[in-house]
């Protein structure tokens, strides 16, 4: 009989451990270009690959150059964005990209929700002497950074359901002022200090 409890009981631990799904930390995650031309860039985030269950990863891109915005797309399971653009080679591109899955816990406990954030630059190769090729690169090699942490999404209040609870303002994850957007998370401020984290993909 003890030996049956005994099995039970490993069995159902196991069950129970195959049901948690996890990751490495943020700041195992850098981003990297897998291919580039003058007017294209195919960049690569490892957190898709380190982040299971995969069907469940959302990244949102943003590229911008000069204060404008060049591309923007939300991916679901998939590592790789390609955008084409018309930055010329002599200037730069402040790229975002921010992976979640409400699927995954990270080792410190907190569910999956990074962001990197780097700058594309072109970068001139001598391959032999006299002979150069040019690519766009990531300059900085920043590595993800726990949104959890930076946003206190731990400590946010939890929804109530109140009849005058009123919206004061609606943010993006770096705090900026936003009217309504869609494809990224979004946190609703309401004025009984509430907050609520919604995305609306499209």
């Known amino acids: 009989m003890r ?15 195959a049901q948690v799904q996890s ?16 007017g294209y860039v195919h960049l690569y985030h490892p957190g898709h690959y380190l982040t299971h269950p995969q069907s469940e990863n959302y990244i949102a891109w943003e590229v911008t150059s000069q204060g404008n915005l060049i591309a923007q797309d939300t991916l679901v399971d998939d590592a790789f964005y390609l955008f084409s653009h018309n930055v010329p080679i002599t200037g730069v591109m402040f790229v975002t990209a921010h992976l979640w899955n409400d699927s995954a816990v990270m080792p ?6 990074c962001l990197i954030e780097d700058i594309l630059y072109w970068e001139v190769t001598e391959i032999i002497p006299g002979s150069f090729i040019g690519n766009w690169n990531i300059e900085l090699g920043n590595v993800g950074v726990d949104q959890n942490g930076v946003l206190g999404i731990d400590d946010l209040t939890p ?23 869609t494809n990224q998370i979004l946190f609703h401020i309401y004025d009984d200090g509430s907050v609520e984290k919604k995305v609306v993909i499209e």
């Open 3 to 17: 030996y049956l409890l005994t099995s039970l009981l490993c069995v159902f631990t196991i069950s129970l451990t």
């Open 23 to 38: 990751t490495v930390d943020c700041d195992i995650m850098s981003l990297s270009v897998s291919a580039s031309d003058t």
């Open 108 to 113: 410190n406990g907190n569910l999956v929700n």
């Open 159 to 181: 929804n109530i359901i109140m009849e005058n609870k009123e919206l004061i303002k609606i943010v993006d994850i770096s705090g900026r002022e936003v009217d309504h957007t």
